[in-house]
């Protein structure tokens, strides 16, 4: 998909300080593809610059998911259905990627979670490896959805089928670029998940990490999206006072950037949307329901 995107690219092996997006060269110059940001790398370490980068893309990379899926279909290696349960009886893994929004009340709202739960539990067999890829609380994965799972199921989770958590962390319009070039963190309920998760997403050839068990990897999608929510905000801030004082911002963020304790985010017209804003409510509230004030 990079190829496409920026034709003569290279990937890198160290990553945008900004954005976790994989660098990439094309001739001479080294830039963030998902900022766009030129950089400077020395010594495996990465230095935003305030340059951006101008290199040309594909004038049609716009059209390229419906190509591929266009492709895809004509080929016969990707077929749709509607019926989940049959699906799930035919596939070595199963990926859960629904919506998990906050309601009205602040709270987390895993209806769609839910239901498709219940009908993936409906046509589990043994072997198949369910992995969750949507922003949930911790402790999600082994308790609601394994549950479920079992209860429509009847099958036990690490023992009859493999059950992880691996977030997804791509933005809209790089989704997949970003498979090639973002690391995978996975969080299995035994070994065996993780190994075999791992194995699936290594096909994009990026790094992989296995962590200690699910609720690792659900915390670490929480905590990601709340340093960026927050930095953001404190970014959006900061130029607003620079604003006010007559001083570029981003001349000023270039100057702290000499420091490498110091990574302030670029500002912006915000974090993206629900999918980031949501996230230190699906921390909170279950913190919060244990004592945590």
Known sequence: HSKNLFPSSKVLGVTCPNCGVRILAVGREKFCPSCMRSVVVSSGSVR???????????????????????RALASGNLELSDDTGASVRRSGFVVITVGTPIDSEKRPDTRALVYASKDIGRGLRKGTVVIVRSTVSVGTTE??????????????????????????????????????????????????????????????????????????????????????????????????????LGVDVMKVIEATRADPKTNLLTPGPGVGGYCLTKDAYYLSQPASEKGFV
């Open 143 to 244: 308790g609601l959805v394994g549950r479920i799972l079992r209860e429509e199921s009847g099958l036990v989770p690490g023992m009859d089928f493999g059950l992880t958590h691996v977030p997804e962390t791509t933005i809209e319009g790089l989704a997949l670029f970003e498979l090639r070039t973002l690391s995978k963190i996975i969080g299995g309920i035994d070994s065996a998940s993780s190994r075999a998760a791992a194995g699936l997403f290594a096909v994009f050839d990026a790094p992989v990490r296995i962590f200690d068990g699910p609720r690792i990897t659900e915390a670490a999608k929480l905590f990601l999206n709340i340093y960026r929510d927050v930095n953001i905000a404190l970014a959006n801030e900061l130029a607003l006072a620079c604003e006010t």
């Open 48 to 70: 935003l610059t305030t340059k951006m980068h101008r290199a040309g893309t594909k004038s049609d990379s716009s059209h390229e998911m419906e190509d591929l899926l266009r």
